[in-house]
């Protein structure tokens, strides 16, 4: 499966934007709404035309666990809508599959153009998942609010939040502080089904395999840059840990 990339710079995303408007207009729509908003694919291609025309809003609610999301469209989103949907139905679908026909694009489908469009223009990491994490990079540059995204995505953990949008957190925005209701959220992560538990295990077994990988004469001078920079980062990350849990403790009293 080819790993999928937020699109960061505003010159390719232009491009890429202007390749899908001269592919078909209702892929450019699809992408715009998608990067606006963070709705899923799927959830795209399953609006009708009486939910977006004739608005400049879009108000939508994000996946299970009920996000709601206000989206404002632009002036050019707006006149191709307009354009698009001139003459059609309100129950209609919006993102329809054949000029013609009565069903929406299929998934596979609308993938097939995202990935063509990306091509053209020279850019290979691109796929269904593009316009969520674009939305998502987009939303963590403007307000560094890695929390709000990991429970929009629903996330294990910010780790996993900050490799979907591509970017490395400093030690201080891994120990960034959060709130009462996160840290009760984590609470219960960490409890259910033992997962704490197994987690430090399998991060135990991690260790062991990679000191018993030291003694292995075959293993390059780059495989032990690799495992110093690791560790570094693992110690550093101990030494922060430490601190704020003594000055949360040290708060507490």
């Known amino acids: 499966m080819n790993w999928v990339a937020p699109i960061k710079d505003e010159e390719t995303l232009r491009q890429y ?3 899908l408007l001269n592919t078909d207009p209702k892929y450019y729509i699809l992408f715009e709404i998608g990067v606006g908003t963070g709705m899923l694919l799927q959830e ?15 108000k939508i609610q ?6 709601h999301r206000h989206f404002h469209m632009s002036p050019e989103l707006i006149r191709t809508i307009e354009a698009y ?8 679908w919006l993102i329809r599959g054949q000029t013609n026909g009565g ?3 299929s998934r596979e489908q609308a993938y ?21 994490k674009t939305f998502a990079w987009n939303y963590y540059q ?28 400093g030690m201080e925005k891994v120990m960034l502080k959060r709130t009462p209701a996160e840290n009760e959220r984590s609470r219960y992560r960490i409890f259910k089904d033992g997962s704490g538990r ?28 690799r495992l110093e920079l690791l560790l570094t980062g693992i110690e550093e990350l101990l030494d922060q840990f430490r601190v704020e849990t003594a000055r949360g403790e040290s708060e507490d009293e």
């Open 112 to 132: 097939r153009a995202l990935r063509n469009a990306g091509r053209s223009i020279g850019l290979e990491a691109i796929g269904a998942q593009t316009m969520r």
């Open 17 to 19: 934007e202007e390749a």
């Open 103 to 105: 069903m929406p694009l």
């Open 142 to 169: 403007t307000t560094g609010d890695i929390s709000y995204l990991q429970a929009l995505l629903n996330h294990a953990s910010p780790t996993i939040t900050y490799r979907y949008i591509g970017e490395k957190p």
């Open 198 to 225: 197994k987690r430090l295990q399998a991060i135990r077994d991690a260790m062991d395999t990679l000191e018993a990988d030291m003694a292995d004469p075959s293993r390059n001078d780059a495989y032990f840059g």
């Open 62 to 67: 994000l996946g299970s666990r009920s996000v």
């Open 85 to 92: 949907t001139d003459g059609r139905g309100n129950d209609e």
């Open 44 to 58: 795209i291609l399953q609006l009708k035309v009486g939910d977006v025309r004739g608005k400049k809003e879009l």
